[in-house]
């Protein structure tokens, strides 16, 4: 499974579970919800744990622009509200700051990816 759609596949289990808390507790849903919400927030624990980040907090953090995305898919498949065009503009930038977190040259020193943003080559 390629990384992005393992964080697509983490999103959608962690937007299902959160919002059947939601459901439960703002909608008067059942209390019964709770049960696939739980299931539904360990598998996306268990499909993060499956990225190929060497650390917990670079895998954390590209994922969130994912999750970012998958939410407003999540509003607008889901609750059927359009976003607006607020939303589309930060998730670009999240999704541009979850590419760079992914796909930086030199990820593991990050002095190295300091000095690329911050000197020129002669």
Known sequence: MTTLALYLAAALAEIAG????????????SILWLLPGVASLLLFAWLLSLSSADYAGRAYAAYGGVYIVASLGWLWLVEQRLPDRWDLIGATICLAGAGIILLAPGADDPL????MLCYSSP
Not at 112 to 115: P, Q, R
């Open 112 to 115: 190295a990816c300091l000095g």
């Open 18 to 29: 959160c919002f059947s808390v939601w459901a439960w507790w703002r909608l008067d849903k």
